[in-house]
C-alpha cells in the first residue's frame, strides 16, 4: 500500500467534494430518472430534456453517448448515473461490465470465480506495470 | 427497559432483493447466497424482536446533493420502498416507531451526536433487502423499523471510529427507553465490491475476512481502518462497512458470533452477513 | 493561507430587519439600536472580509419538521432570500463559497461532526437581518458568504459544549484552506427573549450581560450553560445563544473585545452585539 | 431555580419530542402558509385549506379561532404558527402581546421599559404564589 492517497487507487473515482462540485447537474438530472414520467419523457426525447439540466457541453456528450467513464471523470456518481443505465434497462452487473471494457459474459464468469483480485490492483503503479 | 437482543449484519446488494422478488432464490447461481440466511432466518423468528434498528445508507434515493446529511434518524410513522429507477420493490410498507426513534434522537443529540432528523422519506433496497434476508416475503413486516441513513456515497462518510461511538450512544439511548422492548440492531452494506469505473468488480476476501474478525473480537482495531483502506482494499463501494460499525458498537464491549456467512458473489459484490449477541 | 480576522456577534430580530428595510432606522424607537452598530460597519469595512461565515438558524423557512438537521453547512452558489410570511425582504441574493464551504465540509466530518452538506437553500432572517447590520444596504453583498444553520427550534439543541468544540474544528478547517483569504464568523441569534406563550416578553439583562462576559473571558463556562438554564433564564428563545458559542470557538483561545453593544429592547428581545479580534 | 426540569418554567412550552410529534400535521400545514398563492386560499376557504391536513379536531379548532396559546399547547411551535399571524397581519410583537393576555399597547409599553422581569417568572411556583 502506498501511503493515504485515494487518486492513487487505479480504475477508480473517489466521490469527493471536487466530483461533486463539477458533476451537480449531471448527478441531479439523473436523480431526475427516479419517477417513471421522467424516464418516459427523456426518452422520448433526450436533447430536449438535458436543456432543463445546466451540464457542461463534455457532460451532455457523455450522457447523450451512454460514455460511462467518462460521466465519473466529470464528477457522475455511480448511484445517479446508474438511474441512467436503469433508464436504458441496464441491470447494475452489466454496466459494472460495460465500465470494465469487458463483454457481459465475461465479467460474470470473472465474478463467478470470485471477482478481480486485489493482488495488481491496488495502485497507479501496478496497472502501469501490469 | 428496552434491551439490546441481537446485532445483525448484511450486505443490501439490490440484486439479491431481485432475486427474492422474482422467486429465483433455488437457483443454482443464488441458492449458496440464501443458503447462509437460513439459520438467522430461524434466529430471528425465536428472537422475536418488536423493533428493528437499521443502518442503512440511502443510494441516491431520498437523498440528492442538494442535501447530504451524514446521519438522518428516522422518526415517522412509516417508510414507502421507493422507485429507484427499475419501480418499486413489492414488498410491504415500513412501519416506524415514532417514540422510541424520538427518544433515541433526543438522547443522541444531547451525547453530542450532530444527527438529522427525519419525518418524511422513502427507503431504498439499502434498507428493505436486509429486511427482505432476515423475514422473508410476509404480507406485514412482522415488526417496527427505525431506519438511521448514513452518508458513504459522497466522501467522506464519517469515520470508523465515529460510527463506533455513535453505536455506543445508540445503545445507550435504547437502554433508557422505559418500556419493555426488545431490539435488533442492524448493520447493512459492504462487503468488498466496486460498481464503478475500470476497477469494477474487485473482491477482496481477505479484507473481509479480517474485518469480520475484527469487527468481533476487536472493534477498536476496526473501527481504526482509514477510509483510504476501504477505497483501495475493499473497493470505492466497500466503504458501506463503516454502517456495521455502528451495529457493533450499539451491541456492548463484548460479543458472541452466532453466526457467520460470506459468499462470492451476488451480482457485483461480496456477500457477509453476522449474527451477534451481546455478553 | 485562509484565516480568521474577527468575530461578530449580533441577535437577528426580523422586526430589525423590517426597521432597515422600511427606512426607519433614524425613528426613536430604532435609534439606540442602530447607533450601536455604527463602530462595527466601519470595522467590517476596514477588515474587507472576503467570506464571512454566518452561524445562524433557520426558523421554519429552508427546514420545517420533514428534516431537521442539527448543523447544516451551505455550499452552493447562492442562496435566495425566504418569503417567511410577510413577502420576502428587499436584500441582495446571498452569494457562497462553494470551494472554502466544501473544505470546511469535508475537515468537519473527518474531524466528527456529523453535519448535514446543504447545496440547496433559502435564507431567512437569521442570516439576511446580520448582514443587513453589517453591509447595509449594498445592490450586491460585498463579500462571499457562508452559512452554517444551526437547529435551535427542534428541541434539544446542540448542547454549549458542542456549538464550540464544532467552532474549533471550523477553525482548523478554514485555517487548513491553501488560499488567502479573510474570514469573519458570525454568531447571530439571541440574546434573552421570548415569543412565545404566556411569558412573552421575558428579558434578562443580567443573564445576558453574563453571558457576553463568559463568552469573552470563559468560553469553557458560556459552553456549560445547559439548556434549561436558556430556557428558563434567557426566554424559550433565547436558546439561540448557543450559536455565539460556534463564532467563539472559531476564534480561539483568547480573544480582544473591540466593541460590545446592548439594548432592550428590539420588537419582543434584547439586542446584543459584540465584535471579537483573535489574540 | 428549582432543578433541570424544563416542564417546570410558567407560561412557556418547550418544543420538544413531544409537542413535535402531537403538532405536526398543525405545524405543516402553518407551513404552507410561507408561499402567497396558499395564504390566499387559505383566506378564501379557511375549512376546506384545513382538510388538507389531517390535525386533530382540537387542532383545527385552534387554528380556525385563532387561539394562540391553544396552538402552542396542541403541539405547535411559534416559528410555524407565525405564519399563520402573518397571513392575518399580524407582527410578532403585536402576537406575543394576544398570547400573554395584554393589549398591545401595554405589551409594548412592558417592552419599552425592559421587559418581563425574570424575577418571579422562574417557575411555575413563582406563578402560584403571585
Ligand atoms: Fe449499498
Ligand atoms: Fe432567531
Given amino acids: ?130 | 427497559m428496552a434491551k439490546i437482543v441481537g446485532g445483525y449484519a448484511t450486505s443490501h446488494v439490490p440484486a439479491i432483493g431481485v432475486a427474492i422478488d422474482q422467486a429465483k432464490t433455488e437457483e443454482p447461481y443464488w441458492q449458496p447466497v440464501f443458503a447462509g440466511y437460513e439459520w438467522s432466518r430461524k434466529w430471528i423468528e425465536e428472537v422475536k424482536p418488536d423493533v428493528v434498528f437499521v443502518v442503512y445508507n440511502d443510494h441516491a434515493t431520498a437523498f440528492s446533493l442538494e442535501l447530504i446529511p451524514t446521519f438522518a434518524l428516522g422518526c415517522a410513522a412509516e417508510y414507502a420502498p421507493a422507485d429507484e429507477g427499475w419501480g418499486a420493490r413489492p414488498v410491504p410498507t415500513v412501519h416506524g416507531h415514532p417514540e422510541l426513534a424520538w427518544h433515541i434522537a433526543q438522547s443522541v443529540i444531547l451525547d453530542e451526536f450532530d444527527i438529522t432528523i427525519v419525518n418524511d422519506m422513502e427507503v431504498d433496497h439499502g434498507l428493505t433487502v436486509p429486511l427482505s434476508l432476515a423475514f422473508g416475503q410476509p404480507h406485514a413486516w412482522p415488526c417496527a423499523v427505525i431506519p438511521l441513513a448514513v452518508n458513504v456515497v459522497q466522501y467522506p462518510p464519517p469515520t470508523g471510529n465515529r460510527c463506533l461511538q455513535f453505536g455506543k450512544a445508540i445503545r445507550k439511548a435504547i437502554e433508557s427507553f422505559p418500556h419493555d422492548m426488545r431490539v435488533v440492531v442492524f448493520g447493512t452494506g459492504g462487503m468488498s465490491h466496486q460498481l464503478q469505473a475500470q476497477r469494477a468488480g474487485l473482491i477482496n476476501p481477505e479484507f473481509d475476512q479480517r474485518f469480520l474478525d475484527l469487527l468481533v473480537n476487536d472493534p477498536d482495531a476496526a473501527a481504526a481502518i482509514p477510509h483510504v483502506d476501504y477505497l483501495r482494499d475493499a473497493g470505492s463501494e466497500g466503504i458501506e462497512l463503516v454502517m456495521w460499525l455502528v451495529m457493533r458498537g450499539a451491541l456492548g464491549d463484548d460479543v458472541k458470533e452466532l453466526h457467520r456467512h460470506y459468499h462470492v458473489p451476488a451480482s457485483n459484490t461480496a456477500v457477509g452477513h453476522l449474527v451477534l449477541e451481546p455478553k
Fill in chain 1, 1 to 130: 500500500m502506498s501511503g493515504n492517497d485515494y487518486h492513487d487507487i487505479p480504475g477508480t473515482f473517489v466521490f469527493d467534494a471536487e466530483q461533486s462540485r463539477q458533476g451537480y447537474h449531471l448527478n441531479m438530472f439523473c436523480m431526475s430518472l427516479r419517477q417513471a414520467k421522467n424516464r418516459e419523457a427523456f426518452l422520448a426525447d433526450e436533447a430536449a430534456y438535458l436543456d432543463r439540466y445546466p451540464m457542461t457541453a463534455e457532460q451532455r456528450q457523455a450522457v447523450l453517448s451512454r460514455d460511462w467513464n467518462e460521466m465519473l471523470r466529470l464528477g457522475g456518481n455511480i448511484y445517479y448515473t446508474s438511474k441512467l443505465a436503469a433508464t436504458d434497462g441496464i441491470t447494475f452487473q452489466d454496466l459494472a461490465a460495460i465500465m470494465t471494457g469487458m463483454d457481459r459474459d465475461a465479467y460474470r464468469e470473472m465474478m463467478l470465480a470470485g471477482g478481480r483480485p486485489i493482488e495488481g490492483n491496488r495502485t497507479k503503479g501496478d496497472w502501469d506495470n501490469g
